[in-house]
């Protein structure tokens, strides 16, 4: 009998720590869709990301991700698990999501902010890429538009943040506050650009933006034309900023 309960003890320890120590999880549910009136390519790809956008100055990070192949036409319901401790009170959280073709090309992505706790369930609207390879990489006038995830705020005297790369490998533009110029140079195992120069006025706003948009410039890894939208990705792919061509 005593050998009995003992073995009995063991069990519920054993089961009890095994609750104890299984990470806690939670889950978004919601739809990505599209308003233009068209059908994507089979197996197109809907990628949906719950990201941490809270701090300014950095990359946006990816707490949890899904994806999955479109079924016929939007909306495209996803259900996304994130552990509940990644999320700590006074931060920002919002959703991010794309439609990919088969072979990887960016069609749809969403270019406003989405919160990911206001609403339940979330609805993330996409918008259509344009045509890829109408737009020159270089001496086009690119103003920025997105910032790691988030729609980008205009600098001193509602400017927007720009860029120009140059035939000869000059990288120049306004950056929220001072204008900046630097070496830029772009390959087939990617981008490199700066160190730059930067005018030194002290300005009553833009100062913020101007860091943000520096430190992420410094992170760039390639370059991607769709249409008249040019992305700068890290090295992982993931796209930190959108400019548009102007």
């Not at 003890?9 to 720590?17: G, M």
């Not at 990628?47 to 707490?63: C, F, H």
């Not at 439609?99 to 969403?110: H, K, V, W, Y």
């Not at 070496?183 to 009553?204: D, H, K, L």
Request: hydrophobic share 40%; glycine share 8%.
């Amino acid at each position: 009998m005593r050998n009995t309960l003992l073995v009995g003890a063991v069990a519920l320890t054993a089961t009890l720590a095994g609750c104890a120590t299984a990470p806690e999880t939670h889950t978004l549910d919601g739809e990505v869709f599209y308003r233009e009136r068209i059908a994507i390519p089979q197996d197109s790809v809907v990628k949906v990301a719950l990201q941490d956008t809270s701090k300014m100055d950095v990359a946006a990070e990816t707490l949890a991700n899904t994806q999955f192949k479109a079924q016929g036409g939007p909306p495209y319901a996803f259900s996304l698990s994130y552990p509940a401790k990644a999320i700590k009170e006074g931060m920002r959280y919002t959703i991010s999501a794309r439609i990919e073709s088969p072979d990887g090309q960016l069609m749809f992505i969403n270019t406003q902010s989405v919160p990911a706790f206001d609403t339940q369930p979330l609805s993330v609207l996409v918008s259509k890429v344009a045509a890829p390879a109408t737009t020159a990489l270089t001496q086009t006038q690119w103003q920025l538009t997105d910032i790691n995830g988030q729609p980008a705020d205009l600098g001193m005297g509602d400017k927007a943040v720009s860029l120009m790369l140059s035939d000869d490998g000059i990288a120049s533009g306004f950056a929220g506050c001072n204008r900046y110029q630097g070496r830029f140079e772009s390959g087939s195992e990617g981008i490199q650009a700066g160190p730059f120069a930067v005018t030194q006025m002290a300005c009553p706003s833009g100062m913020e933006l101007e860091h943000q948009f520096l430190t992420t410039l410094d992170k760039a890894d390639s370059t991607k034309v769709v249409g008249d939208t040019l992305l700068l990705l890290d090295s992982g792919g993931k796209v930190l900023m959108s400019f548009s061509a102007r």
